[in-house]
């Protein structure tokens, strides 16, 4: 019953204000719970025109294995690493708060305040519903918090745990990799050349989702290029910070150190995103496995002429991962992956497609024309994208 409540209060377009934009907007259900709510900018539209979120929007599935924020001891890491939480910042450490911020954040959904939401929840199709689940309640804070623990039984629910990719029947001995997905799986894992493995964790000899989640939940600061279509970035010092932005005092990652650190996505799904990223600045998958083949050997493809790890402010630059393979090598080396090698991992990343998206999973396309040693480049120029009157941009994501 709370599963089905759920469900029905994350495809309903009635709780924004103007009404309309559903969770299910931007977590569209044909592009696995990922998307950007018609925006071709990386990040998703809000309720009301010209109002952009933060970030791009991570996919919903699999969230019953999210941990909580939580600093990891490894007996091989000098210190402890921060893990887990939800959003890119990991802020929220259970969906039943997490739920609040797009709701009621201005660039999102802008649903007001909790006694006007509470009130839409009185006179909607599944109040009674909602009363039977939840308990008769007319204090908007019990009702909003109803609503996280209706949302929050929807989002661990097994239909949102769907593990039925070719890479789950492929680990269950149900399937067989093609010759090309082979050899993207072997690169992926190669720590000389794709050395993806080491923060997206998988486990073939398991047929357990939970084990091959394919992130390991950490933080990274990988110094992913500036996406000048965001309105926020039009001013020159704007930066987004990331995990050292979190407000935690009981469990917190203020230190300066984790400035630009982002939360390392899962790759379940990937293929069908529309935007790669937490700023959304690449739009296909290939682009993304070319910047981790570039951004040490070539940065000059990368970023515009002079300006390495453009989107991060020069006092945190020292704190950009350079020292991890595939970071680690020096500049005008060979790249570690060719044209074959970044079409084989993009193959293999199809593979972790559930069945009811694989139609909308991303084409493989043609050469991307990856010299083995990368020449000097110009700047990457990327189209403008003019959006009409004032644009405000969200703190969300």
Same mark, same amino acid.
């Given at each position: 019953?709370?599963?089905?409540?759920?469900?029905?209060?994350? +495809?309903?377009?009635?709780?924004?204000?103007?009404?309309?934009?559903?969770?299910?907007?931007?977590?569209?259900?044909?592009?696995?719970?990922?998307?950007?709510?018609?925006?071709?900018?990386?990040?998703?539209?809000?309720?009301? /025109? @010209?109002?952009?979120? $933060?970030?791009?929007?991570?996919?919903?599935? &699999?969230?019953?294995?999210?941990?909580?924020?939580?600093?990891?001891?490894?007996?091989?890491?000098?210190?402890?690493?921060?893990?887990?939480? +939800? +959003?890119?910042?990991?802020?929220?450490?259970?969906?039943?708060?997490?739920? $609040?911020?797009?709701?009621?954040?201005?660039?999102?959904?802008?649903?007001?305040?909790?006694?006007?939401?509470?009130?839409?929840?009185?006179?909607?199709?599944?109040?009674?519903?909602?009363?039977?689940?939840?308990?008769?309640?007319?204090?908007?804070?019990?009702?909003?918090?109803?609503?996280?623990?209706?949302?929050?039984?929807?989002?661990?629910?097994?239909?949102?745990?769907?593990?039925?990719?070719?890479?789950?029947?492929?680990?269950?001995?149900?399937?067989?990799?093609?010759?090309?997905?082979?050899?993207?799986?072997?690169?992926?894992?190669?720590?000389?050349?794709?050395?993806?493995?080491?923060?997206?964790?998988? @486990?073939?000899?398991?047929?357990?989702?939970?084990?091959?989640?394919?992130?390991?939940?950490? &933080?990274?600061?990988?110094?992913?290029? $500036?996406?000048?279509?965001?309105?926020?970035?039009?001013?020159?010092? *704007?930066?987004?910070?990331?995990?050292?932005?979190?407000?935690?005092?009981?469990?917190?990652?203020?230190?300066?150190?984790?400035?630009?650190?982002?939360?390392?996505?899962?790759?379940?799904?990937?293929?069908? $995103?529309?935007?790669?990223? *937490?700023?959304?600045?690449?739009?296909?998958?290939?682009?993304?496995?070319?910047?981790?083949?570039?951004?040490?050997? @070539?940065?000059?493809?990368?970023?515009?002429?002079?300006?390495?790890?453009?989107?991060?402010?020069?006092?945190?630059?020292?704190?950009?991962?350079? &020292?991890?393979?595939?970071?680690?090598?020096?500049?005008?080396? /060979?790249?570690?992956?060719?044209? !074959? !090698?970044?079409?084989?991992?993009?193959?293999?990343?199809?593979?972790?497609?559930?069945?009811?998206?694989?139609?909308?999973?991303?084409?493989?396309?043609?050469?991307?024309?990856?010299?083995?040693?990368?020449? /000097?480049?110009?700047?990457?120029?990327?189209?403008?994208?003019?959006?009409?009157?004032?644009?405000?941009?969200?703190?969300?994501?």
């Amino acid at each position: 019953m709370l599963v089905a409540l759920g469900k029905k209060i994350f +495809f309903d377009g009635r709780l924004s204000e103007p009404p309309g934009t559903s969770c299910a907007s931007c977590h569209d259900p044909a592009r696995a719970f990922s998307g950007g709510h018609g925006s071709r900018i990386g990040v998703p539209l809000g309720s009301r /025109p @010209a109002h952009f979120a $933060r970030r791009s929007t991570p996919s919903v599935l &699999y969230m019953r294995y999210v941990p909580k924020f939580h600093y990891f001891e490894d007996d091989e890491a000098p210190a402890p690493e921060p893990r887990g939480g +939800f +959003f890119w910042d990991g802020r929220s450490d259970t969906l039943v708060e997490l739920a $609040r911020q797009p709701l009621f954040n201005p660039d999102e959904m802008n649903a007001g305040t909790p006694r006007h939401l509470a009130a839409k929840i009185a006179g909607g199709p599944y109040a009674k519903e909602f009363r039977g689940a939840i308990g008769p309640s007319s204090d908007p804070e019990a009702v909003l918090r109803g609503v996280g623990v209706a949302l929050e039984a929807y989002l661990k629910s097994d239909e949102m745990t769907p593990q039925s990719s070719k890479y789950d029947a492929y680990v269950r001995g149900q399937a067989t990799l093609t010759e090309q997905e082979r050899r993207g799986l072997e690169t992926f894992k190669d720590r000389r050349r794709g050395a993806c493995s080491g923060c997206h964790r998988l @486990a073939e000899t398991s047929s357990n989702p939970a084990e091959s989640v394919f992130t390991d939940y950490g &933080y990274d600061a990988v110094a992913l290029p $500036r996406n000048r279509d965001l309105p926020g970035n039009r001013n020159a010092a *704007h930066f987004d910070l990331g995990l050292c932005e979190r407000k935690d005092k009981t469990n917190p990652s203020d230190d300066e150190k984790w400035c630009s650190s982002f939360r390392t996505p899962s790759l379940r799904n990937v293929a069908v $995103r529309q935007s790669f990223g *937490h700023n959304g600045v690449y739009k296909t998958l290939r682009e993304v496995v070319k910047f981790y083949a570039l951004r040490a050997v @070539a940065p000059g493809r990368i970023y515009p002429a002079g300006q390495k790890f453009d989107d991060v402010p020069p006092k945190y630059r020292a704190n950009v991962n350079i &020292y991890a393979p595939i970071y680690n090598r020096r500049e005008g080396a /060979p790249a570690p992956l060719d044209d !074959d !090698d970044i079409d084989a991992i993009v193959a293999f990343l199809g593979t972790l497609t559930d069945s009811p998206y694989v139609q909308t999973r991303e084409p493989l396309k043609g050469s991307l024309a990856l010299p083995r040693r990368a020449p /000097p480049g110009t700047a990457r120029l990327r189209p403008a994208v003019m959006v009409a009157g004032p644009v405000a941009q969200s703190p969300s994501r």
